[in-house]
């Protein structure tokens, strides 16, 4: 069975970091493109950040460039998300998810399994 735990989250001010860690069991991470997704109250969940299997290409939203990078290790089945200058618009409940064999898409419905989100609140 398959299992992802996010980490990571937590309050902070708007110009802090956070990492994200998320832990894959169950499969090797190696055959999965992964993605970090974000729910704000009220908001649909949105892309954020993927990266391919090797971790050689990533993609990202508009509203982290520059801001958002995310990496993989994958001897260590874990991936990454870290996140700078953080906004207050930032804050939501943050997925990472894997899709076997996929290269990093945006579209949620690509990915196969989800974590169980971890929560990140900037405040101004």
């Known amino acids: 069975q398959v299992q992802l735990v996010e980490s990571g989250g937590g309050k902070v001010q708007a110009g802090d970091s956070l990492r994200l860690s998320c832990v894959v069991s169950?499969?090797?991470?190696?055959?999965?493109?992964m993605a970090w997704f974000r729910q704000a109250p009220g908001k649909e969940r949105a892309f954020v950040i993927a990266?391919?299997?090797?971790?050689?290409?990533?993609s990202f939203a508009d509203s982290v460039k520059g801001r958002f990078t995310i990496s993989r290790d994958n001897a260590k089945n874990t991936g990454y998300l870290q996140m700078n200058s953080l906004k207050p618009e930032d804050t939501a409940v943050y997925y990472c998810?894997?899709?076997?064999?996929?290269?990093?898409?945006?579209?949620?419905?690509?990915?196969?399994?989800w974590g169980q989100g971890t929560q990140v609140f900037v405040s101004s």
């Open positions: 998810a894997i899709d076997f064999l996929g290269g990093g898409s945006y579209r949620p419905d690509d990915y196969d399994y």
């Open positions: 990266i391919n299997r090797s971790g050689a290409s990533t």
């Open positions: 169950g499969r090797p991470f190696s055959e999965y493109a």
